[in-house]
């Protein structure tokens, strides 16, 4: 049993729930105006782990017969025959189940809205079979993380945790148009779709450009709803804009080498940065 799960948190990189945890967190404590109480917090973490580890295995579930055929899926758990697809199915629903079990710990609305945070999730991975925007399907799954966080913290949807998932939206856009590029040619054989597949890897390198652009605005356009957020928080979007374009710099139409480690390391690195100079403003400045 637990030698299974090991393989199934290996194969969905249950260490990746880093780049959407920290827009959660940084919610949570401009919500809060301030320090969160630390059961708030503890709860948002464990929302986060379960949502994410239920959208993955619905994913891998849903995706196996593709990832078979695809060289660099082909050693994912499911095609590799390492996890059986009941053990798969059965980690899908306990993570879901810790989810909604979590939400109901924060406060009533969060509880009500977790099925309609799981069916956005799980939608996601139908989406690539019939529309090219499938990113941006993905941006609003990863963009529950801040709405929900505040929900989490204040029991109410506001204009300002709009504003920063409106900003992990393009930032999720831009960098997995950066990543969908390395399968291309994949998508264009299997009747999958992506936006690199119809427009192209050059367009597509520009349209994800143009998505961490309006990320930067969205995040500059949080200063004018959120005031505990001052000069420490506008030095952490100039450090974002900055990594971000060294992200684009390391990609170019005749050289997809260096993908990963701009969709990996560089996105980490904006998400928890980011996430720091907020707390700093909320409550030591």
Known sequence: MFAKLSVIFADIKIQHTIFALPFAIMSAFIAAKGLPQTEKIIWIVVCMV??????????????ARFDAKNPRTQDRALPAGRVDIRSYWLFLIVSS??????????????????PVALLIVFFYSFTKR???????????????????????????????????GAAVIFWLVGFDILYSCMDVEFD?????????????????LRIAFASHGMMVLFLLGLLLFVGQLGVLYSIGVAVVAILLCYEHSLVRPDDLSRINIAFFNINGIISVGLMLFVIIDCVWI
Do not use: C
């Open 130 to 164: 019939f529309t090219a925007y499938s990113h941006f399907w993905l941006g609003l799954a990863i963009a529950i993380s801040p709405v929900g966080a505040w929900v989490a913290i204040r029991e109410e949807i506001s204009f300002s945790s709009l504003i920063l």
């Open 97 to 114: 189940a810790i989810f909604i079990f979590a939400a109901n710990m924060l406060n009533s609305l969060a509880f009500y809205l977790s």
């Open 50 to 63: 379960g949502a994410r580890s239920a959208a993955m295995a619905f994913n891998r579930v849903l995706d």
């Open 188 to 204: 264009r054989s299997s009747g999958l779709k992506s936006i690199p597949q119809k427009f192209g890897i050059e367009n597509a």
